[in-house]
């Protein structure tokens, strides 16, 4: 499973390295950055929940 960040949609609302801080990490204006696109193993629901709670939909799973 990969996540896929579409970095010029974020506008930096947080929920994913909020939700999921093993998975994102925020820059220095808050937007988020991918710590890694592959989702290690027992990650996966928590990478589905900042999915779908990112309110700009600037986040998706392959
Ligand atoms: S939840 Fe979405 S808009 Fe907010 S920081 Fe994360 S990727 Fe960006």
Redesign the pocket.
Known sequence: MQIR???T???????????APEL?D?DDY???ILRTPDVPIGLESRAQL?VE???????SLE
């Open positions: 960040l579409d970095t949609r974020c506008t930096g609302h947080g929920r994913c390295y909020s939700l994102f925020s808050g937007h988020s900042a709670n990112c309110p700009e939909s600037c986040l």
